[in-house]
């Protein structure tokens, strides 16, 4: 039996397709490491390993000083060329050194003042501070390779890698929490990037070595000015979120209790693997597709392609989630964890609005609209601060999430007024 055309030569459908098997596996990964973590260190360790969490999504990005986007990019535009890629690679090489060499200064020698802001005073975790600091350059390498395979859109490859990754450190997590405790799953959490390394050289060492020439790679800053501004937006809003993130934590401890952080953390983990459907079109797909569009027509055009093909998938998984919740809850985690299942409502809410509102909003990436990019990100990370502070009085932890829904009923608003000509009116250049 032939495959229908419009199914074989569907890119987006492809990359959905490969997605979904690596997502099936992030969802038992989760299910297994959640519940180890929940039984063995409870809803108060896993609010620490949330925090540690962020710490480490900020400092993979700062580790080529938020390049990624934009490596994406120009690997899409110039995987033919071989010497824009030298250039290329060798800008991002002087970029990583540079972020090595200061995140090693921050974590090393700052790591009992980190402990104390991000575990909270008194805390005794600095030496996880300091085996991050000697893991930056493995974060460096990892975020170069994976944006080499999001830029060729190696969708298969990406998924074949990221299955292992899940497993291998999923592994790696329990064995530790289960011999240590909450040290082991914080020691482990830190060390996945290694692991990670290990992982993309061994899998995707012949796919890099037609792109990358290490004999090539020298230290000159040819694309300094192109890469410099995707590392203004993504430095400013990946901090802003993950320090968000980190205060919100002790906004919940310190209003209601650290056992609500956690639940708070535990819904934001089921979130993160429900979305992790959608995730992969973004760099895969999205991205380099729209950096190749010219005018306000094809951009509708495809912007409509996208929401007709995931909007009903994601309702329907997302319906699912919310009738079955209390399940989910208990399967991932214990009995201690259901009071969060009034949080699900507002944050699934929350979150089907994100998407159709980032689907919009990655024009700023592939345009280079900077300003846009900044101000809606740090927009949106302020209202969700502003609101939680307001909503948690009222409502409890039930605010933050409120909190978190109207923060993108705005956000989507606002970039739907910037991105109005795009959408009203004649064909424009874009």
Known sequence: MKIPSFIKNNLLLKVTSANTGLVLVRMLSSLLSQKVLAVLIGAEGIALVGNLKNVIGFFEQFSILGTSNGLVKYISEYKDDKKQLSNLFSTVFVFSVLAALLSFVILFFWSNTLSDIVFGNGSSYSYIFKILAFLIPFMGVNAVLYSLLNGLSAYKLFSKIGVVIVITSTVLIVFLTYQYGIKGSLIAISIVPLLQFLVYTLF??????????????????????????????????????????????????NRVS?????????????????????????????????????????????????????????????????????????????????????????????????????????????????????????????????????????????????????????????????????????????
């Open 258 to 430: 650290i056992a609500e952080a956690g639940n708070w953390t535990a819904m934001n983990s089921i979130s993160k693997v429900y979305m992790q459907f959608t995730a992969a079109i973004f760099p895969l797909y999205i991205l380099p597709v729209y950096a190749k569009i010219s005018n306000s027509t094809d951009f509708r055009k495809e912007v409509v392609k996208i929401y007709k093909m995931l909007l009903p998938l994601l309702v329907v998984g997302m319906f699912m989630v919310f009738v079955f919740r209390e399940f989910i809850i208990t399967a991932l985690y214990t009995d201690e964890f259901l009071g969060m299942a009034s949080l699900f409502k507002w944050q699934l809410l929350g979150d089907l609005i994100k998407f159709i509102a980032i689907v919009l909003s990655y024009q700023f990436i592939a345009k280079k609209q900077i300003g846009y990019f900044i101000f809606t990100e740090v927009l949106s990370v302020l209202l969700f601060y502003g609101f939680s502070v307001y909503f948690i009085d009222i409502y409890g932890t039930d605010g933050v999430v409120l909190a978190h829904f109207i923060r993108y009923i705005i956000f989507f608003i606002v970039v739907l007024f910037i991105l109005r000509h795009n959408f009203i009116g004649k064909k424009r250049v874009i």
């Open 204 to 253: 995707g060492v012949k796919t890099y070595k037609t792109l990358i020439d290490l004999k090539s790679v020298r230290f000159n800053l040819n694309f300094k000015n192109q890469l410099m501004s995707y590392s203004l937006m993504a430095l400013i809003v990946v901090f802003s979120i993950n320090i968000t993130d980190i205060a919100l934590r002790h906004l919940i401890e």
